[in-house]
């Protein structure tokens, strides 16, 4: 928790000062003026430096402007990486990377480069470019308040959009013959994205944890289907500590509560391994 370390006892303005007084000059007297000691200095100082001299109102103005607390360098950097975090593993980019991972660490890796690339970029399209080029619109138009979508209230139509473009990916896949558990994924996150609306109603459930669990889930099942690369046991690994890693950082930014993270792993996690297990 970050505390207010400011002094509880304000610097005088007339600290840092260095005044006539206290200074032996040749035409310093030997005894302190007890009388007409202002008007005397004010006769002494000329018009440009009275005023260029800076009132203590203006000065205590100055200093209450100051923050009250300044991290230090291992906290700029904690700060930074949760934000990277944050924008690297958005929701959005989860059904691309599950297509990566599908297409490299599956028995869909026999199909050819050209194949591979064309569903990955049908796959961002529709998951990535559109439901982030509509979010712009949203904020254009006032329906939303920043790109992160951090406030609970403002995240009904962005939930909308992500369920209507992994709903319409999946029926893509099931149309071009993609294994059921490969078009699940998709269908998977969709209902995640169901839940997590409803929840959002009342509580802000953390989209991220959920999204990011669903690659978890993903991961698992491509073990199970049998005919997977030796390498994914190690990608599972990976993605489980970045499962971690987002969670803590969503905590650490103040955008959820350790409550709120771990709901979404629940949600994204079951809702893509249960559907994905169908056969």
Not at 134 to 143: D, P
Request: proline share 5%; no cysteine.
């Amino acid at each position: 928790m970050k505390l207010d370390t400011s002094s509880y006892y304000p610097k005088s303005p007339l600290d840092d000062e260095e005044t006539s007084y206290g200074k032996e000059t040749p035409g310093d007297s030997l005894f302190p003026a007890e009388k007409g000691s202002e008007s005397l200095k004010d006769e002494v100082l000329t018009k440009d430096e009275r005023e260029g001299e800076e009132s203590p109102v203006e000065k205590e103005t100055a200093a209450s402007k100051e923050p009250l607390y300044d991290p230090g360098e291992g906290e700029r950097f904690i700060d930074g990486l949760s934000t990277f975090l944050s924008w690297v593993l958005v929701p959005l980019l989860m059904p691309v990377y599950g297509v990566i991972l599908a297409f490299n660490l599956s028995i869909l890796d026999y199909m050819p480069f050209g194949t591979k690339l064309t569903f990955t970029i049908i796959t961002a399209a529709v998951n990535l470019a559109i439901p982030a080029l509509l979010v712009v619109l949203l904020k254009r138009f006032g329906l939303v308040d920043d790109l992160g979508l951090n406030g609970r209230k403002e995240r009904f139509i962005p939930y909308l959009i992500t369920i209507v473009a992994m709903g319409a990916t999946g029926w893509f896949m099931w149309i071009k013959h993609a294994p059921l558990w490969f078009v699940m994924f998709f269908v998977g996150g969709a209902l995640a994205g169901v839940v997590n609306m409803l929840i959002n109603f009342r509580w802000k459930i953390s989209a991220h944890s959920a999204a990011i669990a669903g690659i978890v889930a993903l991961l698992i099942r491509i073990m199970h289907e049998g005919s997977a690369q030796p390498s994914v046991l190690v990608w599972l690994m990976i993605w489980i500590g970045l499962s971690g890693l987002l969670g803590s950082a969503r905590v650490w930014l103040g955008r959820h509560t350790v409550a709120q993270v771990l709901a979404g792993y629940a949600v994204g996690f079951l809702s893509v391994f249960l559907l994905t297990m169908i056969r």
